[in-house]
Each structure stands twice: as structure tokens, then as C-alpha cells.
């Protein structure tokens, strides 16, 4: 049990080994709509005031879940991988079962197993916000500890680690402290920008400023355009940067459809966390396991994205 307590996941080593001894730190980037909240943080709802830039010091109620309670009460370690040794219990008891005629210690004393008190660390989160749109907020969340290497003493880095999925809800990633957090962020997310439905000429004019389409595109693109819109997205979504190829609709926090008229002839519709997949290569999406459909633009596609949208928008209804 105490080396399973001890066990750091193999990824997460390698993060670290990877960066060749330098300081690092524990650190994610999370999407809140307006309404959202982290999982346990406190006060995280100040985060999608537009009046709130940072918080610090955040400290999760112990109350809250088993590894915020371990991280201000600390815990005991029962050594199970170690030999047996005598243990004395005791405690006060009366003469005869009367307190008036005084008392005495009763003792006993078993074979047990060794046990190890972990100290609490009382780790505390930063929470910075990053980037801000008409739909959602996205902060930098970093656990206020600075780690120099894996510590002999894993166990505080897996509280760590435990501690900030069940206070944020995200996997933590490994950032080297010689990175900003908004360095970080910029080169493992995605700006997009968010149109009006209404302005889906600008949408287009703003598509072929940054492809520069052929005459051949141009015609696919439009095409492609209206397909979007017929589905009454709520929004039109066009990307920037090194992510200016793709746009498509924006229908709700769970389903956003991608077209791409140059690269992979498919669409792509995410469910859940699309900014977050946004940012992986087409082989790295095709290569994971995570919730997207995929259509290629053969036979009926329009048809199957109709289906597709149909039955995403009906199990949304169900499940509200």
C-alpha cells in the first residue's frame, strides 16, 4: 500500500524528466461559461466577473473532498508493507464501574501495523484570467507550490497532483517555472473568434482574408457556409493564427461543428471540451478516445450532420 501511495503516473514523470531538472510547477488552462464554477475552489465564481483579473491564496474547504481534507489536516499512512510490532492501547477507567472511588489505567497490547503521519502541506491555487469572450472565460490555474524535482517523499507531489483534479476537475500538466502561464497557454490553446450569425458575410470575408482560397475553394466554402447556417447555429466561429483554415458553428457548450476546406476532407463535431481539442492535430483527435464525430464530405454528409446535430440536440433536451 505505501508504494501504491507513493506511485507518480508514468506521463507525468516524464513531463518532468523532461525538462531536465529544472523547477516546475503544477498547472492547467480551464473553459467557464459566465454561470460555471470550479468543482471545490472557493470563490470561483468571482473568476467570470469581468472585474477579476487574479485570485490567490486559494484554499479548498477540507470539507469539501478527502485529499482538501489531507491537505489541511494532513493523514496517516498504515504501513501494511511493513512487519507487525507491539502496539499498547489504553485508556482511564473507574474502580469497581464507580468514578467515585477513584480510577486506573487499563492497557493492552496487540500486534499492529506500523503507521506514518504525512504532515498537511496546505497547498493553495492561483487562478489567472487569460482570455475572455461572449461565451466563456478561460483562467490559468496553477497550484501555488514550486517543486525543484520529484521529491523523495512522493507522496506530497500525488497529493498534489490528486488535490488538483478534485478542486478544479482538470488533469494537472507539468510547466516549467521558466514559462509565463500565458506563454504556456498561447502555444497549447486556441483563439477563436465568435461571430454573429447575422454577419456571415463578414464570417466569409474574414475566412478568405486568412485561407486566400482558389476560385475552386471559394465555391466549396460558400457552400459549406450555408450548410452551417441552415443548422441555425447560435454562433459562427472563425479561427486565428495557425488556426486560421478552420471555422464552423457554435450550437451550444457541448457541440461545435469545424470545417476545413483544406486539410482532412471532414468535419469535425465536438461535444465537450472543443476548445481543448481544437488544439490537437488531426492525428492526435483520430489517434484518442475522445467524444467527437467525424463525417467526411462523401455521399450524403449533409444528411448524416443533420442526424448527427438532430440526436446531440435531443439527448441535450433529455438530459435538461
Known amino acids: 500500500m505505501a508504494k501504491l501511495f507513493n506511485k507518480i503516473p508514468k506521463d507525468i514523470e516524464s513531463q518532468i524528466h523532461a525538462l531536465d531538472g529544472k523547477p516546475f510547477v503544477l498547472f492547467a488552462n480551464v473553459e467557464l461559461s459566465a454561470s460555471e464554477e470550479f468543482p471545490n475552489l472557493p470563490r470561483s465564481d468571482d473568476v467570470a466577473d469581468v472585474s477579476v483579473t487574479a485570485l490567490d491564496g486559494l484554499l479548498p474547504d477540507p470539507a469539501s473532498g478527502l485529499w482538501a481534507s489531507r491537505n489541511v489536516n494532513g493523514w496517516v499512512i498504515v504501513r501494511d508493507d511493513l512487519p507487525k510490532e507491539p502496539r499498547t492501547y489504553g485508556h482511564e477507567v473507574p474502580h469497581y464501574g464507580d468514578w467515585s472511588k477513584g480510577s486506573h489505567w487499563l492497557s493492552r497490547t496487540v500486534e499492529a501495523y506500523p503507521r506514518d503521519f504525512v504532515a498537511a502541506p496546505g497547498f493553495t491555487f492561483i487562478v489567472s484570467v487569460l482570455r475572455r469572450d461572449e461565451i466563456a472565460v478561460t483562467v490559468g490555474v496553477e497550484l501555488d507550490r514550486v517543486f525543484e524535482e520529484i521529491p523523495d517523499d512522493r507522496r506530497v507531489l500525488r497529493l498534489a497532483l490528486k488535490l488538483f483534479r478534485e478542486s478544479t476537475g482538470q488533469r494537472a500538466t507539468i510547466r516549467s517555472t521558466d514559462r509565463s502561464m500565458a506563454d504556456y497557454v498561447a502555444t497549447t490553446s486556441v483563439d477563436w473568434e465568435l461571430l454573429p450569425v447575422g454577419e456571415a458575410e463578414e464570417a466569409l470575408a474574414t475566412v478568405r482574408s486568412r485561407l486566400d482560397p482558389t476560385d475552386e475553394e471559394d ?23 495557425n488556426f486560421a483554415r478552420y471555422f464552423g458553428g457554435y450550437f451550444n457548450d457541448e457541440l461545435v461543428v469545424f470545417e476545413n476546406i483544406r486539410y482532412g476532407n471532414a468535419i469535425y463535431i465536438m461535444f465537450d471540451d472543443w476548445r481543448e481539442l481544437s488544439t490537437l492535430s488531426r492525428t492526435e483527435l483520430l489517434g484518442s478516445n475522445r467524444n467527437f464525430t467525424r463525417i467526411t464530405h462523401q455521399g450524403r454528409w449533409k444528411r448524416r450532420l443533420e442526424r448527427v446535430l438532430a440526436q446531440s440536440r435531443q439527448a441535450r433536451t433529455s438530459s435538461s
Not at 450555408?226 to 493564427?241: H, I, R
Open 219 to 241: 465555391t466549396v466554402l460558400q457552400d459549406r457556409m450555408a450548410t452551417l447556417l441552415s443548422l441555425k447555429p447560435q454562433k459562427l466561429v472563425t479561427g486565428t493564427s
